[in-house]
């Protein structure tokens, strides 16, 4: 049991690390490394979730011992922080995905309205310039 409670939390570790790199990528706006590093974030995820299943189903019928509980105790807390850890950069990739569509409807709107500003001065024979 305690190599299967350490190999999970180092795999929590592993997890966390992970999602600190994907916050600096989030925050330089790389989109290409961000989505590499969300594949193995989701890689990485998925190895701890079939240990976590392997523990629960050896909780079942082993009795921990009072150092196991301590390590089980400390890898929640870790898995904790990783929660709260997500929620953030959940909420941050939100804020930066409604800026990123502001932005995209200005600019949208912007080319529009130069559109318009050529259409209307096409049928016009001489520039502003060419008229002083």
């Known amino acids: 049991m305690e190599k299967l409670v350490e190999k999970s939390t180092r795999q929590y570790r592993a997890i966390g690390e992970q999602l600190d790199r994907l916050a600096e990528l989030l ?7 961000l989505q590499e590093a969300l594949q193995q974030w989701h890689a990485l995820d998925e190895e701890a979730r079939q240990t976590d299943h392997q523990l ?12 196991h509980l301590a ?12 929660c709260h ?14 800026l990123t569509g ?3 409807a200005r600019l949208k709107n912007g080319r529009k309205a130069l559109g318009g500003y050529r259409a209307s001065s096409q049928g016009m024979h001489h520039s502003t310039l060419g008229s002083c």
């Open 102 to 104: 502001e932005e995209l």
């Open 56 to 67: 629960m189903a050896l909780l079942q019928t082993a009795h921990p011992t009072p150092r």
């Open 71 to 82: 390590a089980l105790h400390d890898r929640n807390q870790l898995m904790f922080r990783i």
């Open 85 to 98: 850890r997500c929620q953030e950069l959940l909420q941050r990739a939100r804020t930066l995905q409604a």
């Open 27 to 33: 925050q330089e706006r790389q989109a290409d490394a």
